[in-house]
T-cell receptor, first 113, second 110 residues
Framework: DAGVIQSPRHEVTEMGQEVTLRCKPISGHDYLFWYRQTMMRGLELLIY????????DSGMPEDRFSAKMPNASFSTLKIQPSEPRDSAVYFC???????????FGDGTRLSIL | ELKVEQNPLFLSMQEGKNYTIYCNYSTTSDRLYWYRQDPGKSLESLFV?????AVKQEGRLMASLDTKARLSTLHITAAVHDLSATYFC??????????FGAGTILRVKS
């Protein structure tokens, strides 16, 4: 059974460029979460979806960040334009039902130069 | 403000010893989660606690939830080196807000 799949695993780009992170949740899961993890700020919830609808996006840092879930099997997190302070590990997680344990992907390590 | 506080933030313990990690939260919730993260890796779910008095055990780890005290504990029994990791608690507050604690770095020394 495939877990949560994130791509790319690593991304290095220059500031000002657009960055798109991708996530495929576990089939049948109806909740999808995006997180950012840094040494300074720890693990932060950015946004989560239920049945492809955003439920809480209060963690999205600013308008440069946007997330979409066009269907049940795919989500994107986009940063435009990117800045060095966006460098972090971004995790995607999914769960079946809001009370279930979250299954995390391996993360995308993003470096903005 | 919705807060989740873990303590200690860093724990160094000898193999074979027992210890407890605490997770306090600021307001009403009956949904609490514990996760483990190894260095450079993703997070792994350990326990889901959904009601007052819930207790779950897996191996040397036991988690409990007291919703009245707004407190969860993660108890480690007879620690072994393989338990070295960072442990997070997370609380799903009413109003659909999910907040993670800062994490407890556990180092078990042989």
């Amino acid at each position: 059974d495939a877990g949560v799949i994130q791509s790319p695993r690593h991304e290095v780009t220059e500031m000002g460029q657009e960055v798109t992170l991708r996530c495929k949740p576990i089939s049948g899961h109806d909740y999808l979460f995006w997180y950012r993890q840094t040494m300074m700020r720890g693990l932060e919830l950015l946004i989560y979806f239920n049945n492809n609808v955003p439920i809480d996006d209060s963690g999205m840092p600013e308008d440069r960040f946007s997330a979409k879930m066009p269907n049940a099997s795919f989500s994107t997190l986009k940063i435009q334009p990117s800045e060095p302070r966006d460098s972090a590990v971004y995790f995607c997680a999914s769960t079946g039902g809001v009370t279930g344990p979250q299954h995390f992907g391996d993360g995308t390590r993003l470096s903005i130069l | 403000e919705l807060k989740v506080e873990q303590n200690p933030l860093f724990l160094s313990m000898q193999e074979g010893k027992n210890y407890t990690i605490y997770c306090n939260y600021s307001t009403t919730s009956d949904r609490l989660y514990w996760y483990r993260q190894d260095p450079g890796k993703s997070l792994e779910s350990l326990f889901v606690l959904l009601s007052n008095g819930a207790v779950k055990q897996e191996g040397r780890l036991m988690a409990s939830l007291d919703t009245k005290a707004r407190l969860s504990t993660l108890h480690i029994t007879a620690a072994v080196h393989d338990l070295s990791a960072t442990y997070f608690c997370a609380v799903f507050f009413y109003g659909n807000k999910l907040v993670f604690g800062a994490g407890t770095i556990l180092r078990v020394k042989s």
